[in-house]
């Protein structure tokens, strides 16, 4: 997740392995999150939309541009447009907003579910085994699940526990950054699941709403599924909760499943 800083508003961060180089989209876009935050300090992710636009080479580095387009008494607006050398690869439009008191409360109930400690330890994922080399997947080598339940059929409905594999800093920006991450990373599998499983895929575009700090010294409840499909494009979307119940975010995400090439 670190970036080095370049220029005032251009910042460069380096990528994760990936089966032929392709950039990983939760990755990219997460660091295209901390890339605008770092131009609003002392106010928290709002929500980030992203949309998707080359695959790029994750043997090489991403340079994020950030250009402020406000900066308000409470919101602050960015966009970032991350690129390798002349292509863009992304562009994302983040939102910031200072702490604020008042207003009215109200949310989804958090679901009823076993505890993430009276389910059984998920496999490693390939991603995670000490073969990995460049050119594989590691979009969870750093990340323990619980799989609550899952279903198949369309909407594919999936619940999971997950959490970081090791102590997480205080910063609530990063803290952000990883659930954004995480949300784009394990929201594929709904859609492969509800398609009938998984073939060539590209993540078109990712958003997420920020209501609350996640809690990452503890579980977090990802609720998924898909809702629909039509022709090339699947919708996925999912909400995340606190153990306590507390709701951290939403997700809505768009992967495009391109008919195989003659």
């Known amino acids: 997740m670190q970036l080095d800083q370049a220029g005032p508003a251009t910042f460069v961060g380096r990528q994760l392995p990936a089966p032929a180089n392709h950039i990983l989209g939760g990755h990219i876009s997460a660091q295209a999150l901390l890339a605008a935050s770092l131009t609003a300090p002392d106010r928290a992710p709002h929500s980030v939309h992203t949309y998707f636009l080359r695959p790029g080479d994750a043997r090489l580095p991403v340079t994020f541009d950030v250009a402020e387009l406000q900066q308000g008494r409470t919101f602050s607006a960015r966009r970032v447009t991350a690129r390798q050398g002349e292509e863009i690869l992304l562009e994302a439009m983040s939102s910031f907003k200072s702490p604020t008191s008042g207003g009215v409360t109200y949310q989804p109930t958090c679901p009823q579910v076993p505890q993430p400690e009276s389910l059984p330890v ?23 699940r619980r799989i609550v339940d899952a279903d198949t059929a369309p909407p594919a409905r999936a619940r999971i526990w997950w959490r970081p594999g090791g102590a997480v800093p205080d910063d609530p920006v990063l803290t952000s950054a990883l659930v954004a991450y995480l949300s784009a990373v394990t929201l594929t599998e709904p859609a492969y699941a509800a398609r009938g499983g998984a073939t060539l895929s590209a993540q078109r575009d990712h958003s997420v709403w920020f209501h609350a700090p996640a809690d990452l010294s503890d579980w977090l409840l990802y609720e998924q599924s898909s809702p629909s499909s039509a022709d090339t494009i699947a919708l996925a979307g999912g909400t995340m909760f606190n153990r306590t119940g507390e709701l951290v975010c939403t997700v809505r995400q768009e992967m495009y499943f391109p008919a195989p090439r003659q």
């Open 122 to 144: 998920v496999a490693p994922h390939f991603a995670e085994s000490p073969e990995v080399t460049e050119g594989m997947w590691a979009s969870l080598r750093w990340f323990e």
